[in-house]
């Protein structure tokens, strides 16, 4: 059982739009940032956003992130079937005093 | 660029002990921690602890606290992650990973390719 909860699976059409949740508590994503992290099969995870909202160089427009109280979004608009893969959100959690992850997000580009 | 060089893959039996490094270049080392993360087949990421290659100080997930050791050697750029007693539960992807000057410390831009560790009788 992850301590951020995310969606199992989504699926979208290709050129369409998709968000990702990802809920936590007060001692994680309600008091620091939030990264999402991309995980293509059989390679490293890449990072997406970091800082809520923020992309790192190289970072598509496409994709995008959001933070409201205890909550997290990933957005991805104008899929493509290379963004098939799964996807992970990160913070720090204060009680645990460890950097937790999302049990992470199977996206699949119909 | 920077990069995260990690050590391959290993077979072990139960009860052996292993060490597997991650060595950094294109940065300084003894700037960022070190993070290791834990991939189980088939299931999510697991952040284990990190470390501050500066002075090897570590900390810990409550998860793996007692099981693993981390450790650095910054004189050659390599951070560590050991066992002494493998478990057939710990094989497993394990990635060392690290951060950017702009983002947390806890926000992986960089990540090693990852060493699969196999544990078996």
């Known amino acids: 059982q992850s301590v951020l909860t995310q969606p199992p699976s989504v699926s979208a059409a290709p050129g369409q739009k998709v968000t990702i949740s990802c809920a936590g508590s007060?001692?994680?994503?309600?008091?620091?940032?939030v990264s999402w992290y991309q995980q293509l099969p059989g390679t490293a995870p890449k990072l997406l956003i970091y800082?809520?909202?923020k992309r790192p160089s190289g970072i598509p427009d496409r994709f995008s992130g959001s933070k409201s109280g205890t909550s997290a979004t990933l957005g991805i608009t104008g899929l493509q079937t290379g963004d098939e893969a799964d996807y992970y959100c990160?913070?720090?959690?204060?009680?645990?005093?460890?950097?937790?992850f999302g049990g992470g997000t199977k996206l699949t580009v119909l | 660029d920077v990069q995260l060089v990690q050590s391959g893959a290993e077979v072990k039996k139960p009860g052996e002990s292993l060490r597997i490094s991650c060595k950094g270049s294109g940065y300084s080392f003894t700037t960022y921690w070190i993070s290791w993360v834990r991939q189980m087949p088939g299931k999510g990421l697991e952040w284990m602890g990190r470390i501050d290659p500066t002075d090897s100080y570590s900390n810990y997930s409550p998860s793996f606290q007692g099981h693993v050791t981390i450790s650095a050697d910054k004189s050659i750029s390599t951070a560590y992650l050991q066992w002494s007693s493998l478990k057939a539960s710990d094989t497993a992807m394990y990635y060392c990973a690290t951060y950017a000057p702009s983002s947390t410390w806890y926000s992986f831009d960089y990540w090693g390719q990852g060493t699969l560790v196999t544990v078996s009788s």
């Open positions: 800082d809520n909202n």
């Open positions: 990160g913070t720090w959690d204060s009680s645990l005093s460890a950097v937790v």
């Open positions: 007060s001692s994680n994503i309600g008091n620091t940032y």
